[in-house]
Structure formats: structure tokens, C-alpha cells
């Protein structure tokens, strides 16, 4: 049976972001979380690989306690099982000491569950909006990684392929490529279901895994966190907003008369008469 993972994270609800003018960081209390919404695309293509052919959907994020909710959401929406990883040694992480921490942490739902053929993840998120995550998780896991996906075309289990669409800048890149893979999904990939009945009520009892620093007793404590963090954020602030000044164009006199006191608004200049806009 095909092992999936679908990697998701909880952020701020993006229509009410703050920014803390001191700390220039997310201003997260008494901000609503939600999951990320490109990592529910990929959730929603595991769940559809799990109807289609039988899989084991492992969820997999990285984040405070409360993040059990996110994980909660996709058990409802029929994933297998849930994994927090959660500890206060992990907060401050950056894309490159998260991408750190979620490969361990895929290597050992290896461990628990057997070999990973597909991780997905969004093509980003709400908050960071870096895109780095993904990829960085693949480059540690020495795993081809397939981004900007819109579509999957087909998975082969028997010749451990999969062949995708990627929307790329161009025009879109059909590839195939070899087990395990990372994709990193688009929002065009597919629209994700609403919770059933009985996913809920299962979500409602659910706990989920959580892991520690003293689940991995292979981890690098310079790498994670703060203290495995280079990225800098000096300054964050909110565009001051511009001041648009408007001019009114009369319409009386025909569209000629209107047509010339366009122009001349917008070249600050009368048009000759020879123009035989008059």
C-alpha cells in the first residue's frame, strides 16, 4: 500500500494579519488560524489517491499545541492519522531549520508506518510566502521534487512513477519522474472536499501524535529554532496608502468635444484645431 504524506501548516487568517511594529513580526494572538489553503490541495490529492488505489494519508505539521486543530480539520476530511510536531525549541524556525525538523520528522513516520512514496505540501504559504519549505524538505530527503503541480496525471505503483502538470512561467511542463516524490501543489490541482459526517465525528475524539525534541535523538539543536534560523527580517511595515487625484471630464458637447478634453488632460495641452476635433 502507497504511504502519503501530506505536510499542512496553521496560519493567520490572511484578511486580518497584523504586523508588530517592534518585533516586526505576525501579530498571531486573537488572530483566527486557518490551514494553509495550498496545503489543503494537497491534501485533497492524497485523499484521492487513497479512493482510487488505497494509500495510508499521514498528516504531518510543525507548530504550537494549538495546531492540533489543523490537524483535526484533515482527519475529518479523511486522512489516516495526525502528527504535531511541537516544542517550544522549535519556535522561530525559518524555511531552512523547518525544512530540517519535517524531514526528521518524515523519517520517522518511516520508521513507524513504512517507506514514503508522496509528499505533498502547498506551493506555499499564507504567511511566509516563500515557497522554500517544499523544496527544502526534498533536498534533505535527497527526493525529486515536482512544484507548481495543477495536475496529476497518473501514479504507475508497479513502475513507481508519477507524471504530473506544472504551471510554470511559460507554460505548463508535463513530466514524469520516479518514487518517492515531493509535489508542491497549486490551487488549480483540485477543490477540497467538505468534511463528512463521520470524518467529524471521528475528528472530534482524535488526538494527535505529537512529537518533541526527545522523539528525535539524532537532532541537531544548532539547527533548529532561532539558533538555526540565518534569516533576518530587519524591517516590515505597511504601504502608506497613496493619495490618487481625480479629474472630472465632462461629457457635454458630443463625443468629439469629450475625446478632446480627454487628451488635453492627459498631455496637459490644447489639440490644434486641425485635428478637426472641435
Same mark, same amino acid.
Given at each position: ?54 494509500? /495510508? ?102 513502475? /513507481? ?40 465525528? /471521528? ?49 457635454? #458637447? ?21 485635428? #478637426?476635433?472641435?
Amino acid at each position: 500500500m502507497l504511504h502519503i504524506i501530506a505536510l499542512i501548516k496553521q496560519v493567520p487568517d490572511s484578511r486580518e494579519i497584523r504586523i508588530d511594529p517592534k518585533t516586526n513580526t505576525l501579530i498571531r494572538q486573537g488572530v483566527p488560524a486557518i490551514v494553509n489553503h495550498f496545503d489543503l490541495h494537497g491534501v485533497e490529492e492524497a485523499l484521492r489517491i487513497k479512493e482510487d488505489r488505497g494509500a /495510508r494519508v499521514t498528516i504531518l505539521s510543525m507548530g504550537p499545541p494549538s495546531a492540533d486543530k489543523a490537524i483535526r480539520q484533515c482527519i475529518a476530511m479523511g486522512a489516516d492519522e495526525g502528527v504535531l510536531v511541537s516544542d517550544r525549541a522549535f519556535a522561530g524556525a525559518d524555511t531552512l531549520a523547518t525544512s530540517y525538523v519535517l524531514a526528521l520528522a518524515i523519517r520517522k513516520a518511516e520508521d513507524e508506518w513504512g517507506p514514503v512514496d508522496v509528499v505533498f505540501s502547498g506551493k506555499q504559504t499564507l504567511d511566509g510566502d516563500t515557497g522554500q519549505v517544499g523544496p527544502g524538505v526534498a533536498c534533505r530527503l535527497d527526493m525529486d521534487q515536482l512544484t507548481y503541480v495543477e495536475e496529476v496525471e497518473s501514479l504507475d505503483e508497479n513502475e /513507481r512513477t508519477l507524471t504530473v502538470k506544472r504551471h510554470l512561467e511559460d507554460g505548463v511542463e508535463r513530466v514524469k519522474t520516479t518514487l518517492p516524490v515531493l509535489v508542491t501543489a497549486l490551487a488549480e490541482l483540485n477543490k477540497p472536499r467538505r468534511a463528512s459526517l463521520p470524518g467529524l465525528l /471521528r475528528a472530534a475524539d482524535y488526538k494527535p501524535i505529537i512529537w518533541s525534541t526527545n522523539d528525535f535523538p539524532d537532532l541537531d539543536r544548532s539547527k533548529i529554532g532561532l539558533r538555526g534560523s540565518p534569516t533576518i527580517v530587519s524591517k516590515t511595515w505597511v504601504p502608506e496608502p497613496r493619495q490618487v487625484e481625480t479629474t472630472m471630464i465632462p461629457v457635454d #458637447g458630443g463625443v468629439a468635444a469629450t475625446a478632446e478634453r480627454l487628451v488635453a488632460a492627459l498631455f496637459q495641452t490644447e489639440l490644434p484645431a486641425r485635428l #478637426g476635433w472641435v
